[in-house]
């Protein structure tokens, strides 16, 4: 389905948006129903698929100017079946105050002075501490108090995960050049860097432009010592195939695809939106269990 908007609500005067749609399957349920959630700053989308199949059965993705208590009354009141029961409930933060920090120097008692420092995180937001085992690493993030407290009473059998943690675990590459996953969103994308089986980078960057997305391409790369004929660029997200963005990271960049999400979608669904699109929400459903 093609981009379109739709006003459901007003959040202080400021527009909630709807860009996406894909209809629930009338009349077909499912034994085991997995909800996904990814919860941003200025974004919120959901999925429902089944854990058996890997079907797509529904998903909804908003924009709005400020993603927080007030809106996520006004989600679950426009999509009364986020209320139903679920196998199991996937939230994800997506916000960018983040850093990850090697096993061997993570002290608990440090991790909301690291943020203060970092992002100025101060008494509105709650920090978390993420274990990323197979790498070695802590996830030390923080998320709006309002919206971690709401989500936590509404999911409270819920998992949690930042949006690094999602992608680390998803990330398959095994390119000698080095991988570099670029999640796109309305204003901002999101940057994995993995090369030689390493994590060198998990980052997000506000962009305007496409020459911005190239710059903060090109400057990774730098830093990390990565060639740009050899890194492999994969793309997903709100990013056309046909869209001046692509274009201009061809200029600079040889290997470039799309990562494109792994569910099955029934064609009952209607579905024309690429499947590189919704690949952020189907990496949170892969993390079912």
Not at 159 to 172: L, M, S
Request: some cysteine.
């Amino acid at each position: 389905m093609r981009p379109f908007f739709l006003i459901i609500a007003r959040n202080k005067n400021k527009a909630v948006k709807q860009l996406f749609q894909i209809v629930a399957v009338e009349g077909k349920e499912s034994v085991q129903p997995v909800l996904s959630i990814r919860v941003g700053e200025k974004h919120c989308c959901f999925s429902i698929t089944d854990f058996a199949t890997q079907e797509l059965q529904q998903l909804a993705y908003y924009t709005a100017d400020d993603v927080n208590e007030s809106f996520l009354w006004d989600l679950f009141a426009a999509h009364p079946e986020l209320n139903n029961s679920y196998y199991q409930s996937l939230i994800c933060y997506d916000h960018p105050q983040s850093t990850l920090v090697p096993l061997k120097y993570y002290k608990h008692e440090d991790a909301a002075l690291l943020l203060k420092t970092l992002y100025g995180v101060n008494g509105t937001a709650t920090v978390v501490s993420e274990s990323i085992a197979e790498w070695q690493v802590y996830n030390v993030y923080a998320v709006p108090k309002d919206v971690h407290e709401w989500m936590r009473r509404k999911f409270a059998t819920g998992k949690y995960w930042h949006q690094y943690t999602v992608g680390i675990k998803n990330n398959t590459t095994a390119n000698a050049g080095g991988s570099i996953q670029v999640d796109f969103r309305k204003n901002d994308f999101t940057v994995l860097v993995v090369a030689s089986n390493k994590l060198l980078l998990a980052q997000t960057f506000l962009y305007l432009t496409p020459e911005d997305v190239v710059y903060y391409l090109l400057k990774t790369c730098q830093q990390f010592g990565l060639s740009q004929q050899e890194a492999d660029i994969q793309m997903s997200g709100l990013v056309e195939r046909e869209s001046a963005l692509y274009n201009e990271l061809h200029q600079y960049f040889l290997n470039i695809g799309f990562r494109n999400a792994a569910w099955i979608v029934p064609a009952s669904l209607n579905n024309e939106s690429p499947a590189h699109f919704f690949t952020s929400l189907n990496d949170l459903s892969r993390c079912a269990s």
